[in-house]
């Protein structure tokens, strides 16, 4: 009798052993399918260690990201494990191999070899080696991945050197709760000054608040106001008129339309890249000197070299390279076409002969891209006499798409 009992006993036990182990089950697969139906697709878990991709699953392997954020978009590499967690260390160290100019070679070890590789004649010459270019000729490489893109040059040598990536699956906007846990040290945040309207007289004026006057295209609320590129009481709001092809109400504020929204923004940018690289009190010139050598600095190239005209091709290659921070010759040019504007130059157009981009500020060439692949030559401020000679560009007979800003 009581070996019975023990058997029943036990049979007792692991029938509650059973229970709780299915329960347990039960709950993960119901936790499991909860946070699968929580999921938002192209979008960071909640504690920004997982990325949910179009299809709302886990994103796993080598993967490149784009963030937008307030009118800028960033394409970042992160690696994520087989259980679709980010690995903080491993992308941080892929992010090391995947510098501006460095050789390809060591990145290409870890995210193997593309689908496809297309090379043709661009606008670069590699890296440049105490201010001289080593290399004359080579080609701009597009190699194209799963869900993502790698520009690089390749030397007449065979050396690859990486230029960039871009993200063609995986893209997301940047918010309070939709962001990936911190990787890298970031650098302090730059806080756009709030912009205030201020009547002095019978004009209006803009300033922040701390009494800095700002003139320019500025967008006030969610107004878009041009101010005269002056300083002092010749900064003043301009009214009933039409400026860079946007009209003004008798108000001053801009006419909105769905064509045009772009070309606000764009142009809103180029005064911002200005008010960086200038300070108060200085000449036109001088404004345009010192925004060329900011926009070199901060603008890298990298980008398809292929020439896409649209109605507005100026506005999308300048508003893309504002937002991306890299782009093509073709990028580059419209770029700094809207820079000079911003600048106060009012001839300004953006060249494209449909195999390179350039600028024309008052009838001189200014080709931001060029002078990386030529630095024996000056392409700031270059007269149209020049061109063709000495290995130049033949810009003057090449200018087949020109747009003014």
Not at 363 to 373: L, R
């Amino acid at each position: 009798m009581k070996e019975l009992r023990k058997k029943e006993f036990c049979k007792y036990i692991m029938m509650i052993v059973a229970v709780m182990l299915m329960s347990v089950c039960m709950c993960l697969i119901f936790s499991q399918s909860a946070q699968a139906g929580k999921a938002k697709k192209n979008h960071w878990s909640s504690d920004g260690r997982s990325y949910y991709g179009p299809d709302k699953k886990k994103v796993k392997g080598i993967v490149v990201i784009r963030e937008n954020k307030k009118g800028s978009s960033t394409d970042r590499l992160y690696v994520f494990n087989k259980k679709g967690k980010l690995d903080a260390g491993k992308t941080k160290e892929i992010r090391k191999l995947a510098a501006y100019e460095k050789e390809f070679s060591g990145l290409k070890k870890e995210i193997g070899n593309p689908k496809k590789s297309v090379y043709s004649d661009g606008c670069y010459s590699g890296p440049a080696v105490n201010g001289e270019t080593p290399y004359e000729g080579g080609q701009d490489g597009i190699l194209t991945y799963s869900g993502f893109t790698v520009s690089t040059y390749l030397a007449p040598d065979g050396t690859e050197f990486y230029l960039g990536v871009s993200a063609k699956k995986y893209k997301t906007k940047i918010t309070k709760g939709n962001r990936s846990i911190s990787i890298e040290k970031t650098a302090k945040k730059e806080g756009a000054e709030k912009r205030l309207i201020k009547t002095v007289g019978e004009k209006k004026y803009c300033y922040d608040k701390n009494g800095t006057q700002h003139t320019g295209w500025q967008k006030i609320g969610k107004g878009y106001y041009y101010f005269r590129i002056e300083e002092g009481r010749k900064g003043y709001m301009v009214t009933g008129k039409t400026i860079n092809k946007i009209r003004l109400k008798k108000n001053g504020q801009a006419v909105l339309k769905k064509t045009n929204k772009s070309r606000l923004k764009t142009l809103v940018m180029a005064t911002q890249i200005v008010e960086k690289a200038t300070k108060p009190g200085m000449s036109k010139s001088k404004k345009l000197k010192a925004s060329w050598n900011y926009f070199l600095k901060h603008y890298t190239y990298n980008g398809s070299p292929n020439f896409h005209y649209s109605k507005q091709w100026d506005v999308k290659y300048a508003y893309q390279i504002f937002t991306q921070k890299h782009g093509s010759c073709f990028h580059m040019g419209a770029g700094f076409a809207f820079v000079g504007n911003a600048c106060g130059y009012k001839d300004c157009r953006a060249v494209s002969s449909g195999g390179h981009g350039w600028c024309m500020i008052n009838g001189y060439v200014y080709d931001p891209s060029w002078c990386k692949a030529d630095r024996g030559h000056n392409y700031y401020k270059m007269s149209l006499s020049l061109s063709g000679k000495g290995g130049r560009p033949r810009y003057k007979k090449a200018m087949k798409y020109v747009k003014r800003v």
